[in-house]
């Protein structure tokens, strides 16, 4: 496997700091979920479709990936 040259001094790419965001927001909210028993804020809607909560979760990363990296 390769590592990441800045890996041992705790560097991280946007990418991963953004995965881990989504993976937070989407577990800590249920953002896409299609039953609506989480608990808080419930994101944009329930899918109804696998398909279409991998869509919610796409724009969610897009989302993140976004304010990572300072975008707006």
Not at 1 to 30: P, Q, S
Not at 43 to 58: C, F, I, Q, R, V
Request: proline share 1%; glycine share 14%.
């Amino acid at each position: 496997m390769e590592e990441v040259a800045g890996a041992a001094t705790g560097w991280r790419r946007n990418e991963d700091i953004a995965l881990d965001l989504m993976k937070f927001v989407a577990m800590t909210t249920g953002y896409g979920r299609t039953s609506s028993s989480g608990v808080g804020f419930q994101g944009t809607g329930a899918a109804a479709k696998p398909e279409e909560y991998a869509g919610h979760l796409l724009e969610l990363y897009a989302k993140c990936l976004h304010a990572v990296a300072g975008k707006k």
